[in-house]
């Protein structure tokens, strides 16, 4: 467990259930935590635009979901990538590939996680449940997009994001523009947080031939991680706009275009002379984005409580 958020912790769990919880990710809570944020933004940014409080049991059904899906989706993701996972150093101790999990059991594993989700699902209404549905295309296919492309980064984004639109789906019944463009800011975030974490794996991607876009980019890849940072606040600031949001909203919306604007020069003085990015910065870079997310959020529900206080 290399890059486990608290390897001491999750050793704490009994022995026989300590391989499950590894397929789950749950000792690097940052994967849940990246897909949780999308969703709470776009129920604050509904808030913000009408008014209204964010409602706590959405926020709360979204932290389950996201839990849920996230461990399924990952499960999902060893089961197919097994053979890969053995022949890369940071994934070789993996619960498949290091035989802890069988195969079957891991089967088995995700269904049960994907009727948790399910079942979180379905507490919402009709618009948002058909919402939910039509995100798993992109789960399904993320784990073979890396075997034929070096754009996984993207497919990625396309599911992680997709709690911008099921928040405001939640709050509204319906879609507009406002999260629509919440949704294409987060796709753009993910895939430069995502690019930042496979610079972890770049050589052991091109030794087994699989794809990533810290692999297409190569010497420009900071420029690129600041280039789609620059898009996610600026698709951002367009969702406030759409929302008519103002206010503790743009705070917030400055704070995480800064953040974002910090990360990129961090990447750029690792880059300087053309020197490799060491895998511990690009992962203490990659779980910095759990503190843009909250900024943005923040300001966000800031603005909306302080609305549906005035009213």
């Not at 990659?286 to 603005?303: H, K, P, Q, T, V």
Request: net charge positive.
């Amino acid at each position: 467990m290399p890059d486990a958020a608290n390897p001491s912790l999750f050793r704490l769990a009994p022995a026989r259930i300590r391989p499950y919880l590894q397929l789950a990710r749950l000792d690097r809570p940052i994967g849940w935590q990246l897909l949780l944020l999308p969703c709470l933004q776009s129920s604050a940014l509904a808030g913000a635009a009408y008014g209204l409080a964010p409602r706590l049991s959405d926020m709360l059904l979204f932290l389950a979901g996201a839990i849920a899906m996230r461990g399924a989706g990952s499960t999902f993701n060893d089961i197919v990538d097994r053979d890969i996972d053995a022949r890369v150093e940071r994934t070789r101790a993996r619960p498949i590939p290091s035989g802890a999990v069988t195969e079957r059991a891991a089967a088995a594993f995700l269904v049960a996680q994907a009727l948790v989700g399910l079942a979180v699902l379905l507490c919402f209404n009709g618009f948002t449940i058909a919402l939910g549905l039509c995100s798993l295309g992109f789960v399904a296919v993320y784990p073979f997009v890396k075997r034929f492309s070096h754009w996984p980064q993207a497919v990625l984004g396309a599911a992680f994001a997709w709690g911008a639109l099921m928040g405001w789906a939640a709050a509204r019944g319906a879609l507009a523009p406002a999260p629509a463009l919440l949704y294409f800011g987060a796709v753009a975030w993910t895939i430069g947080y995502d690019t930042v974490y496979a610079l972890q794996d770049v050589k052991d991607d091109a030794v087994i031939g699989v794809g990533s876009t810290a692999r297409l980019f190569g010497d420009k890849v900071d420029l690129a991680v600041g280039g789609f940072y620059a898009l996610a606040f600026a698709f951002a600031a367009a969702a406030l706009v759409a929302a008519s949001a103002g206010g503790l909203a743009l705070v917030g919306l400055s704070g995480y275009g800064l953040h974002l604007a910090w990360q990129a020069a961090r990447l750029r003085a690792a880059r300087k002379g053309d020197a490799e990015v060491p895998g511990a910065l690009a992962l203490h870079l990659f779980r910095s984005n759990r503190d843009a997310g909250l900024i943005l959020f923040g300001g966000l529900l800031a603005e909306s409580l302080r609305l549906a206080l005035q009213s």
